[in-house]
């Protein structure tokens, strides 16, 4: 038996953003896989699902360590899908868990790929979760395209020339991960011209949570890594 994989995203962070799907598969989870970037490092993902896990819910926690080396990066990819290849031995079913969606700069993406590779048999369900930016402008009321508008989803680090590309194009920036230069990144939006409306918003929906309007405020502080800006370019013509 190949086995079956759910990948579900459990949303931004707090459990009143995971959907019913991702609900009654965790409520018959035998074994978690959870993504860990080191050692320490707390489990957001955890924390959200824990209230619909099962007792004695087996957890594996699998390594996806913040490299940029890509040799480094596929071993540990290959690593996590080889153990998951031998849980649904064991178990018949996997249930990974990630913040937002399975499928937007998500590991999981990854893990899919190198455990077809090893099991080409496995079935795969994925179970989509509430992106960040979309609870977030939610959060802030604030639409996030119209009408013929253009959306660009970036991650940090980005440099000046994409930003201006950007904002040529662009009506509504997202910028996820902007703990990697939070501070930088403000200056570069400042000369694309793109500094006069501007969103922050950490650890949404979790303890901690911050809405900022006025993000340039903050440019000399260290923000959560959970956080992300909504950057609107009212000058460009729809």
Not at 11 to 29: C, E, H, M, W, Y
Not at 87 to 96: E, I, K, M, S, Y
Not at 99 to 114: E, K, Q
Not at 127 to 147: D, K
Request: hydrophobic share 45%.
């Amino acid at each position: 038996m190949a086995g079956t994989l759910y990948g579900l995203g459990v949303g931004p962070g707090g459990s009143g953003l995971v959907t019913q799907k991702a609900k009654d598969i965790l409520g018959r989870t035998q074994v978690l896989c959870l993504p860990k970037s080191g050692p320490g490092r707390e489990s957001v993902a955890l924390q959200v699902a824990a209230p619909f896990l099962p007792a004695g819910v087996a957890v594996e926690e699998l390594l996806f360590p913040m490299s940029r080396d890509r040799e480094v990066l596929v071993r540990h990819w290959k690593l996590a899908a080889e153990r998951v290849a031998g849980l649904l031995d064991c178990f018949g079913a996997v249930t990974f868990i990630t913040i937002g969606d399975p499928l937007v700069y998500s590991t999981f993406g990854y893990l899919m790929r190198h455990l077809l590779a090893v099991r080409p048999a496995a079935r795969i369900e994925v179970v989509p979760g509430v992106t960040s930016f979309v609870a977030a402008a939610s959060r802030l009321q604030l639409p996030l395209v119209e009408g013929d508008e253009r959306l660009a989803v970036l991650t940090v680090p980005v440099t000046a020339e994409e930003l201006a590309a950007c904002a040529a194009f662009f009506h509504t920036l997202v910028l996820l991960k902007v703990s990697a230069d939070y501070g930088g990144t403000l200056q570069l939006l400042k000369q694309a011209g793109l500094e006069k409306e501007a969103y922050l918003v950490s650890r949404l929906g979790g303890e901690g949570e911050l809405v900022c309007h006025a993000p340039f405020s903050l440019s000399g502080d260290t923000v959560d890594y959970l956080s992300l800006l909504i950057v609107k370019n009212r000058g460009l013509q729809a």
